[in-house]
């Protein structure tokens, strides 16, 4: 989860065209009924970039092959479901995150489980090995920092040698990030392409008509801010809920991981506001990865589907976990005086 969430301040991408240029982050207040159709430092930052290589690191980032790839499969999953843009948007965000993230996500926990499993193991190791170093250090004198140095060369040894026995070592969690998180910059810079007519494809300007067009209820035209805030709202809601799940289910948490969890969800409430700076268009695939994520780190919380996705039980395992959850949350939010 906390892989998922700990690399969205990647999400500030879109805005630091802004920020370099001293303008505000916040959209103006409009005099007319009409918001304008976007910026103009939002129609700059999509510009190509110049045969010379003057052209700045977003310009790079908006012409590179993977921001191209993501075009096409916004064009190819609008072509093959025939619906209008904001379905095709939700339609392959559900998608790839059905079938990209969401076996990464069970690979991720499959792996956690396996080294909490190894934690009794882990303890029992420890304190064998500190005895035999502290016999070790009292027959041939050595001072506390050799005894230190030679106790943590042999743990990380040990641990290390349990972690390849069961093929379950840490780093191999960290896939999810490696995976969601330039994927998710890169189809967010695409429909930027889109929303501002600077697609590197034939249909770079009539997407954007499109996309003028194919939004629904309050935002028709997807190439425009959002002038209600709804979506950057809900994007913050639905941020600070993946958070507070992750908070609830921890017990024991340490001082980093509460800093982590303070930081997260400052960040949920700073993507309210950056939010209101870019194309619906955007705010409402960042929505749906959103809702996607908060569906995903609930269904992977289901003892059937953990048993599905054969990852092993561990201590930490609830037969009633989403009841447990109800009754955290009720605890803290609700019943505390």
Sequence with gaps: MMCGMGGRW???????????????????????????????????????????????????????????????????????????????????????????????????????????????????????????????????????????????????????ELYVRDNCHPFKATVLVWIQLPMWIFISVALRNFSTGGAHSEAGFSVQEQLATGGILWFPDLTVLDSTWILPVSLGVTNLLIVEIFALQKIGISRFQTYIIYFVRALSVLMIPVAATVPSSIVLYWLCSSFMGLSQNLLLRSPRFRQFCRIPLTKSNSDTPYKDLFAAFYAKFISRK
């Design 10 to 160: 990647q999400r500030l991408l879109p805005t630091l065209q802004l920020r370099t240029r001293g303008l505000p982050l916040l959209p103006s207040l409009w005099n007319g009924a009409n918001p304008p159709a976007l910026p103009m430092w939002a129609v700059a930052s999509v510009s190509a970039v110049s045969p010379d290589g003057a052209g700045g690191w977003y310009e790079a980032l908006a012409a590179s092959a993977p921001v191209r790839a993501a075009e096409e499969v916004l064009l190819c999953a609008h072509a093959a479901t025939g619906l209008p843009w904001w379905g095709s948007i939700l339609f392959t965000t559900v998608a790839l995150r059905g079938a990209v993230t969401l076996p990464l996500a069970a690979y991720q926990h499959y792996i956690l489980a396996k080294v909490e499993n190894l934690q009794p193991e882990i303890k029992n190791i420890a304190k064998h090995l500190n005895h035999e170093v502290a016999v070790y250090a009292h027959q041939l004198g050595w001072s506390k920092r050799v005894t230190r140095l030679t106790y943590l060369k042999n743990m990380r040894r040990l641990v290390s």
